[in-house]
């Protein structure tokens, strides 16, 4: 990339902009939000989950003690 004089920007989504609409498309039924997650373990598995590849992991502590 360098030799070519591409610049490759990263940085976090900006969630909370679009946190209304998404909020009002969730409240009338349009959007689903339990479709985002792609993985839900137990806290106890948390660590080896942390290890393997999801687009959303979700760690479940309500189980824990």
């Known amino acids: ?3 070519k004089g591409i610049t490759f920007h990263v940085s976090r989504a900006d969630s909370r902009r679009f ?3 998404v909020t009002q498309l969730a409240a009338g039924g349009l959007f ?3 479709v985002v ?3 839900v373990v137990p806290w106890e598995q948390a660590d080896r989950a942390l290890l393997e590849p999801a ?3 979700v760690v479940d502590r309500a ?3």
Do not use: Q, V
Request: hydrophobic fraction near 40%; proline fraction near 22%; glycine fraction near 0%.
């Open 1 to 3: 990339m360098y030799t």
């Open 19 to 21: 946190l209304p609409e």
């Open 32 to 34: 689903d939000p339990a």
């Open 37 to 39: 997650p792609t993985t």
């Open 55 to 57: 687009i959303k992991l």
């Open 63 to 65: 189980a824990a003690p």
